[in-house]
Structure formats: structure tokens, C-alpha cells
């Protein structure tokens, strides 16, 4: 198999997570940003949380309160016909999403071996801000300098943005603003300056017309982006040919920037596949996979709170291998070690 | 009457607009930027153009053709069950939007008295990008120091992106790039640094959930933009209840920034109204017009290519009066004296 699921899959499960509050429940420790730092592996997990639920008749949904910094708590009748709660993950009205089930924040797991992680009991980065409203979710770490630059999404009810944070020691945090307005995800910053700028991918999704597909932009100072440029698009038939984003931060090869980022066909389960851009013109795709590197077929990666998906935010190299770090159905944290090759065997050259 | 609609309205109107190629007609000239250089005022129409019918069971669809810089023709028919014709501005399949019925470009018109105005015979600003296949259009003017900066619809299959151009004269222009991405569009640059940032007004439209609402970002050169803000949302059951975004760019008066904005409640007038951003901090609003204080009433206004609209890309400050320009019925440009106070008696007071 060139694959290499680590025998200790997953490494971080919900009950190795004690939830931020009272009353709450963790329902997924997943889809982690990944940094070294010192001589520590970082997960900076999502942490989705709900209230402990008392009646069955009921459905319990958590929100930042509109004065900031608490949490509270709607309580919806399960029966209640105006909703559609068919998706583990939202409440849908009238066909659009009403609430979600679930409040999300950052939590630091620490590793010495990259594979046993102790959970912070603290959270790292708690919502507050009326941006953040719905919960902070599916975090990237772009280390740069001593520095390390944390994108992730800010769910609130005007739209996902994109939030940017900075820390030197994952112990505290400082906030930067919305890099990016609504709806926007998938952001990753490149580790270095090209030519003198930083780039960013995203992928936003717009309304009237247009797909989930991913851009590149350009940025001085990080904080301020502009330049925007699509990248590449959903395939036709293959693998990616329904939904795509990236998914860790770009790592420099050889070849060129390696991008791992997922996609799903029609039947809605999300793959893992890769990208080269060129080096000195990121812009520029030179490859990207024909087929998935990865795909949802260990227990954990199949069976969950959204089953069927494998979604990366973050992987280190070690030589020529590719060390992994993915969020399994929505759930737990799981840990590969894959060939670099194995990964370029996947690649077909754009033209 | 408060508002005092130019006698010669429509001040330009399709006949007065050569097409940009044979075999064309002009459909509308409308939603033009505004800009005073020299002794001119010059309108930056949206020129929207469609080839000329040659047989009535077709339906020509205009586009740039891939290769770039030159236009295409896809011929549909009209008895298509599978497309949806019954929006003017555009052909519709499956519920979304698969293409447009014009093509728009920016056209410069020039006055001396702001209101007889004479139409350039070429395009200033044409397709040519694979982002602007689908056309361009509505573009915002703001003068900082001696030139002049255009912000614009960028239109293609992939979405409405941000595009930013910037001239001296009005007879040549620079491309700045994408300055924001899909799915955006009513952008307004400031026209002064405030606290030494430059600032934009913007209007995101998320597809998952949120509105199509008005945003505010920061810049430190206009081309990369960050710190982005929700600003204002449609009211709840006013006469902005159901879409909404920015107008004219802001002027400067002694209340605050003065921003007219577009507005419609759900029987899809569009109407015009106002708001007041504080001087030194443009992100905090402090009031909003509770009702129009200008709405689709004559003739040119309610009837035309797409009627019941009146929709200002541009204003200009002449003592105490506002005179706006302003697209109708998405066909034609009107203009309209209006006195400041007439305008700030619309206002409500935000807290």
C-alpha cells in the first residue's frame, strides 16, 4: 500500500477533547492546521461542540450571543415542520442554512512524536467577534519566520469569511481581521515571499453563477490581498468533478509548490489529491492528480458524524515522505505518511 | 417636487451610442460612473450590446471568445425548452444562470454643462480577459490627487469578480487587476485616505447563507484590501428589505460620508436612498434613509429594458445640492438635481 494510515489512527478522537463549557458535548476534534514548533507537532484542531441534549423532542443550537463572548443556546422542536434537519450539520429552512448544529473553536494538541497528542484543556481561539458568530473552523498554519499565520473560517450569519490570526507560541493569539469577505474557504498562505509578495490560495463560491473553484491572490503584508486570479476548476468527470478546495499549505518540491487539497465527485465523498504550481509563478499549474491519493475506506474515515470524508489542512515533509495530518468524517484526526512519489504517480500535466 | 429631474432626461439614451462592431445594436446605455476632469464632466457608460436578430426563432447570445479580444456569437433557439428566456438580461438553465443576453463595455461620454453629452464612437475600456468574457460593467469613478480610478463588474462564467483601472484623461487606461473576488460587485472607493488607510465599500453575495449586503474593507494602496467589515443589511421591512448595495461613491459632507445606495423591497423596484457614514471612522453608520428619496416614476424610469429602476453609479456635490446621475430601466442615463437636505430628510438616526 503506498499509502500509510498510522497504526494509532485516529490520533486525536472527540473524547480525548474536554469540552470548553458545561453542559457541552464535543462532537468532532477535527480538521486540524499542522505546524512544528520547537520540538513539538501542532494540531490546532476544530473543536464542534454542542449542548448535552435533555429531550429527545428537542434539537439544541449553540451560538455566540449577539453581546459577544457567551455562548447560548436555541432550542428547536425536533418535529417543528418549518425545518430540515436531514443534515447532521445545519438546519435548513426553506432550502437555505437557518443555524448550524454546532459551534466550532480552535484547541492546540501537542505532540513530541507526531503521533501521541496531549489535547490543551483551554481553547486557543474561542469565537467572539459577531463575525464569528457560528463558530471559527478548519484552521491552516503557514509558518513564516518566527512567526505563524493561522487562516480559518469565520461563520457567522452574514456568510463564511476568511479570519487571519498570528502566534509565535500557540499559547496566545493575536487576531489580524477578515483577510477575505464572504463566502470564502480553503485559504492557505504560501511560506515565503515570491518575488517579493506573499500569495494565498482560496476558493470562493459565488451565487448567481460560477463554482466552488480555487484563486490565487497577492498580498504585501499578509493582511491585505488584491490581485485575484483563478486557478484551477472542477474536472470534468473525475474525481474532483463536484466540489474542491484546497487543503494544506503549499510545501516546496522539487517539482514545484506541492498543493494536497480535496475534492469529491457526484456521490459526495471527499478524496485527497494534489497540485504542482510553479515555483517562481504560482499561478501557473503545472500538474494536478488524475486520481485520489487518498480515499474514505478505513472505519474511522467511512463511519462518523459526516461519513465518507478525508479533508486535510495541513502536512509536513520528512524527507520523501509526506506526513499527513486529515480530519476523518468530520470526527477524529487521522495521521498518513505517503511517499512524495506515490503522490506524483497521481499527477496528469495540465496544458 | 424635492427631486428636480433634468428636462433633457434621458440625458443619453441608446440612439445616441454607435455600436462597437457591425452587425451590433447598443440596448442600453446606463449605470455610468461620473467623474469632473477639466471642464468636462464625463460619464463612463455601461454600454450593453447584442448582436442584431436575423431571425426571429434565434436567440444570439454575445461572449469574448476564448482565444481573448475578439467576440463570439452562440446562436440558441428560443423554442429551447431547456433554457429560460423570460429574464431579459439573461438565459437561465436548470435554475441558474448560463449566460447573459448582452455584452457590456465602458463607453465614455464628455459635457461641458453636464447635460448634453457627446458619446465617444469607441469603446474606452472593451473585454479582453478571460475574467471579463462575460462583459463589463457599472463602474464606480473616484478622483484621488490627479488620477482617476474605476472600479467595475468583471463578468465571466466563473462569477462577478472586482476589476480596478485607473486613467489620467479618460482616452487611456491601466488595468490594476482583480481587486476583490466572485462573487462582489457595487464597489466605491473613498475618495481621501482616512487615517492615512484607503477604504472601499463593497457587496458580497454569499450563496450558502447570508444576503447580498454592504461591506466595508481597508487598503494601504487600493490594489490589496483587507479588514473587511459588514457594514450595513437590508432593513426589515422597508423599501431596502430585499436587495441592496452601493451607489454613488462617498461624498464628503458635514454630517459624514454621504453614500447613495440602491435599494428593493420585494416587488423589485429598485429605488435610491441614503446613508451616513461618521467622517473619521467610515465603518460605523449613522443613519440610513427610512424611504427613497428618489423611486422609478417617469416614463424612461419605468419602462425600458429592464423597468422600474433607477440605479446611480455616481454623483456630483454642487453647493448644497446633489446632482446625480443615474442608470433607468437599464437602458438609458438620466440625471437629477437633488437638495442635500432633501436627502438628509430621508435619513433615520442608526444605534
Redesign the interface.
Known amino acids: 500500500m503506498p499509502v500509510i494510515r498510522c497504526e494509532e489512527n485516529p490520533v486525536v478522537r472527540t473524547q480525548d477533547v474536554p469540552p470548553s463549557r458545561p453542559g457541552f458535548r464535543v462532537l468532532g476534534a477535527f480538521n486540524a492546521g499542522v505546524a512544528v514548533c520547537g520540538d513539538e507537532t501542532i494540531l490546532l484542531l476544530r473543536v464542534a461542540e454542542a449542548p448535552v441534549p435533555d429531550r429527545e423532542e428537542d434539537v439544541l443550537i449553540p451560538l455566540l450571543s449577539e453581546s459577544g463572548g457567551d455562548v447560548s443556546v436555541i432550542r428547536l422542536m425536533a418535529a417543528d415542520a418549518r425545518y430540515d434537519f436531514s443534515d447532521a450539520r445545519v438546519v435548513s429552512e426553506n432550502g437555505?442554512?437557518?443555524m448550524l448544529t454546532s459551534l466550532s473553536h480552535l484547541r492546540v494538541a501537542r505532540s513530541r512524536d507526531g503521533v501521541r497528542f496531549a489535547v490543551d484543556r483551554e481553547p486557543a481561539l474561542f469565537p467572539q467577534l459577531?463575525?464569528e458568530a457560528w463558530g471559527i473552523e478548519d484552521p491552516r498554519i503557514t509558518q513564516i519566520g518566527d512567526r505563524y499565520y493561522v487562516t480559518y473560517s469565520s461563520v457567522?450569519?452574514?456568510?463564511?469569511?476568511v479570519g487571519l490570526a498570528e502566534t509565535t507560541d500557540f499559547r496566545t493569539f493575536t487576531r489580524l481581521?477578515?483577510?477575505?469577505?464572504?463566502?470564502?474557504k480553503d485559504v492557505m498562505l504560501f511560506p515565503e515571499r515570491i518575488d517579493g509578495k506573499y500569495y494565498a490560495l482560496?476558493r470562493?463560491?459565488?451565487?448567481?453563477?460560477?463554482?466552488p473553484?480555487m484563486?490565487i491572490?497577492?498580498?504585501?503584508?499578509l493582511?491585505?490581498?488584491?490581485?485575484?486570479?483563478?486557478l484551477m476548476?472542477l474536472s470534468e468527470q473525475a474525481w474532483d468533478s463536484a466540489r474542491m478546495g484546497g487543503g494544506a499549505v503549499p510545501i516546496r518540491t522539487e517539482r514545484g509548490w506541492l498543493v494536497l487539497y480535496h475534492g469529491a465527485d457526484a456521490s459526495h465523498r471527499y478524496c485527497m489529491g494534489a497540485a504542482l504550481l510553479d515555483l517562481a509563478e504560482p499561478s501557473r499549474v503545472i500538474a494536478r492528480s488524475a486520481r485520489p491519493f487518498l480515499e474514505p475506506e478505513a472505519d474511522y474515515e467511512r463511519n462518523g458524524f459526516f461519513g465518507g470524508v478525508v479533508f486535510s489542512c495541513g502536512a509536513i515533509r520528512i524527507g520523501d515522505t509526506i506526513r499527513m495530518y486529515y480530519g476523518a468524517a468530520d470526527e477524529v484526526m487521522a495521521m498518513a505518511d505517503i511517499p512524495l512519489q506515490d503522490i506524483y504517480d497521481t499527477l496528469a500535466d495540465e496544458t
Open positions: 437555505r442554512i437557518a459577531p463575525s457567522s450569519p452574514r456568510g463564511v469569511a481581521g477578515l483577510m477575505l469577505p464572504p463566502e470564502n482560496h470562493p463560491v459565488p451565487k448567481s453563477f460560477g463554482a473553484e484563486w491572490a497577492e498580498s504585501p503584508d493582511a491585505h490581498w488584491g490581485n485575484h486570479r483563478f476548476g
